[in-house]
């Protein structure tokens, strides 16, 4: 099974500003994924980054607002760019592995 | 489109009680179907899934859940709930070549003493 490690585990950040979130995976994964998880909301898919290739964002989701890299098989990042209090939310990346395994996530508080 | 619905919101349960969390899910071909908890302030842990064979599927944790094609269900079940259960039940569907899961709204667990 993939062990998916996710940095930083939280955050609060100035609204304005922009916070990286890193998402390493002990195996190399094909397709890594980002989701978003707004308070007391479900997980909703921000985009599918395959290695090598521009991210695949989901509609409501822009690459200027949620800029992606995925520079190898094994790392992926997810900018949250110019936050504000909205962007305030878990972020957890997953791999496409059968099981669909899941960070812990990055909660992210913008004030 | 694929979409996954979970009719209820909250369920109250006694501890030692037994636990049916429903899930009904719209897909056009077979579904690879989950099912996850989260407890508060933590990520997601898979606790059982389903892609073909045997309809009631075995999982972590003393859950299982039954595959109903008839009804396009996928409910979750334990006989007998622990009050360390009480947390957030996220039901998902995957899509053909698992490009996405699609999630359901959850239903939070409480239990009672």
């Known amino acids: 099974s993939a062990v998916i490690s996710q940095k930083p585990s939280r955050d609060i950040c100035q609204r304005g500003t922009s916070l990286t979130i890193q998402c390493q995976v002990d195996s190399q994964v094909t397709m890594m994924f980002w989701y978003r998880q707004q308070p007391g909301q479900s997980l909703t898919l921000i985009a599918t980054?395959?290695?090598?290739?521009?991210?695949?964002?989901e509609s409501g989701f822009v690459i200027d607002k949620f800029p992606i890299s995925r520079p190898n098989l094994t790392f992926s990042t997810l900018t949250v760019s110019n936050m504000s209090p909205e962007d305030s939310s878990i972020y957890l990346c997953?791999?496409?592995?059968?099981?669909?395994?899941f960070g812990q996530g990055t909660r992210l508080t913008v004030v | 489109a694929q979409s996954v619905t979970q009719p209820d919101i909250h369920i109250t349960v006694s501890e030692g009680a037994s636990l049916e969390l429903r899930c009904n899910y719209s897909y056009g071909a077979t579904p690879y179907l989950f099912w996850y908890v989260q407890s508060p302030g933590q990520g997601l842990q898979l606790l059982l899934k389903y892609f073909s064979g045997d309809t009631l599927v075995q999982g972590i944790k003393g859950f299982e859940a039954e595959f109903k094609r008839s009804q396009s269900s996928f409910n979750l079940r334990k006989p007998s709930v622990h009050w360390s259960d009480a947390a957030e039940y996220f039901c998902a569907v995957a899509t053909l070549g698992f490009q996405k899961l699609v999630f359901g709204t959850g239903t939070r667990l409480l239990v009672s003493p």
């Open positions: 997953s791999v496409e592995a059968t099981e669909a395994f």
């Open positions: 980054a395959n290695q090598g290739s521009e991210a695949t964002y």
